[in-house]
């Protein structure tokens, strides 16, 4: 079975940009999640999607957004895009709700340079 | 708000010797997961623990979920190159993930 595939896997973008990331979950898996990554910051939740609705968030500006399309695949956009936003940009599939018990599966994840 | 703790952020060890991370948590979690992640890749599941008091054992990785589900611990017996990376606990505290910090295995040249 195919892993999660985010493309692109490298992005360089200019402040005041934006930028979308797209993530191809697990056959089967209806739960998205998206994570922000940095040196030293661990990994900070964005927002999950479940059968094309939002049902968790972090605290993240609104500049971050998300959706799910019917076939469970999920882009997320940044907009206005500032220095601070440079990170690598994971997306997690799981297979039943999205809830804490389900593993997540990682993609490769997708590193954002901001200049 | 909700948080788990991970300490410590970094622990440098000698080839063959143990190494020991540990989470502990503000509120009692449902269960924990483990992950791992490499130099330059993505978190990998390693385990979920959802007893209270349960301990699992993965060849020279042993994991425990204290008895009040608040805390968890992940020791690593004569560590080898090969376990080099960040360990993250994610508890799961009212149907959401919540990440620790991760603590960085670096073993020492």
């Known amino acids: 079975k195919a892993g999660v595939t985010q493309t692109p896997r490298y992005l360089i973008k200019t402040r005041g940009q934006q930028v979308t990331l797209s993530c191809s979950p697990i056959?089967?898996?209806?739960?998205v999640s998206w994570y922000q990554q940095t040196p030293g910051q661990g990994l900070q939740f964005l927002f999950e999607?479940?059968?094309?609705?939002?049902?968790n968030k972090g605290n993240f500006p609104g500049r971050f957004s998300g959706r799910q399309f019917s076939n469970s695949r999920s882009e997320m956009n940044v907009s206005t895009l500032e220095l601070g936003d440079s990170a690598l940009y994971l997306c997690?599939?799981?297979?039943?709700?999205?809830?804490?018990?389900?593993?997540?599966?990682f993609g490769p994840g997708t590193r954002l340079t901001v200049l | 708000g909700q948080q788990v703790m991970q300490i410590p952020q970094y622990q440098h060890v000698q080839e063959g010797e143990d190494f020991t991370t540990y989470c502990n948590s503000s509120?009692?979690?449902?269960?924990i997961q483990w992950y791992k992640q490499r130099p330059g890749g993505h978190p990998v599941f390693l385990i979920q623990?959802?007893?209270s008091g349960e301990v699992k054992k993965q060849k020279r990785l042993t994991f425990q979920f204290g008895e009040a589900k608040k805390n968890s611990s992940l020791h690593i017996t004569a560590t080898q190159t090969t376990d080099v990376g960040t360990y993250f606990c994610?508890?799961?505290?009212?149907?959401?993930?919540?990440w620790g910090a991760g603590t960085k295995l670096i073993i020492k040249p």
């Open positions: 509120t009692t979690l449902s269960n």
């Open positions: 056959s089967g898996h209806r739960s």
């Open positions: 997690a599939s799981s297979r039943a709700g999205g809830r804490g018990t389900d593993t997540q599966y």
């Open positions: 623990l959802v007893k």
């Open positions: 994610a508890g799961d505290s009212n149907y959401q993930l919540i």
């Open positions: 999607y479940f059968s094309e609705t939002q049902r």
